[in-house]
């Protein structure tokens, strides 16, 4: 069965760096997401991106996200300074059309120290 | 997107039928419902959705009622690995211009041997 691929599964940053979460999502799919769980809360929703460019964003997803689709395989969520409050497990999903189930990754958990 | 409310736990014998109601007595026309679920700190897991028709597919049944304003997924023959949270979410149609999925806290599930 397809599955959504997260790289690295767990990734330890210090407070200020820069991290890139990398995600493969299914190959006909064509629309990509990215969602986060901070320990014992509830799964949110970052954005969601299709044909290449951003369709809706939550207020989660500041400045200092940015989604990328660099080589039509990859989908990349980067945050560009991370904070205390950033570490959460990050969700990469996708889907074949916007109103089909979604197919989420296993996950990147990503500890801000 | 309409409320959703559902109990905060359940218990299911292995090998019986696993029903878990959910309430979205504010649900309009053009909301779908979805059933995904959570197993331990996996990525969410699409299970089922609907419109107004009740559907079925390998994992589960989907029971909406005439009104919308409830359903109910059924896992015909509940085994130990359905042990999960399950999430009811109300969507409106992606085309209306809302993309994202807002998880609640859901139904714990426990399927006890």
């Known amino acids: 069965e397809p599955e959504v691929t997260q790289t690295p599964s767990h990734q330890v940053t210090q407070m200020g760096q820069e991290v890139i979460l990398r995600c493969v999502p299914i190959?006909?799919?064509?629309?990509f997401y990215w969602y986060r769980q901070i320990l014992g809360q509830k799964v949110e929703f970052l954005v969601s991106?299709?044909?290449?460019?951003?369709?809706?964003k939550s207020e989660i997803f500041d400045d200092q996200f940015s989604v990328e689709r660099p080589d039509g395989s990859n989908f990349t969520l980067k945050i560009r300074s991370t904070k205390l409050e950033d570490s959460a497990m990050y969700f990469c999903?996708?889907?074949?059309?916007?109103?089909?189930?979604?197919?989420f990754g296993s996950g990147t958990r990503l500890t801000v120290v | 997107d309409a409320k959703t409310t559902q109990p905060p736990s359940m218990d299911c014998a292995e090998g019986r039928a696993a029903n878990l109601p959910c309430n979205h007595s504010?649900?309009?026309?053009?909301?779908?419902v979805y059933w995904y679920r959570q197993i331990h700190s996996q990525g969410p897991q699409y299970i089922i959705h609907?419109?107004?028709n009740n559907e079925t597919n390998e994992m589960a049944s989907l029971i909406i009622t005439e009104d919308r304003k409830s359903s109910t997924l059924i896992l015909p023959h509940a085994t130990l690995r359905d042990t999960a949270v399950y999430y009811c979410?109300?969507?409106?149609?992606?085309?209306?211009?809302?993309?994202?999925?807002?998880f609640g806290k859901g139904t714990k599930l426990s399927v006890i041997p």
């Open positions: 504010t649900i309009s026309g053009n909301e779908y």
């Open positions: 609907g419109l107004k």
């Open positions: 991106f299709y044909n290449n460019e951003i369709s809706e």
């Open positions: 979410i109300v969507r409106v149609e992606a085309g209306a211009g809302s993309y994202q999925l807002t």
């Open positions: 190959s006909n799919h064509l629309y």
């Open positions: 999903a996708s889907s074949i059309e916007s109103n089909y189930g979604y197919t």
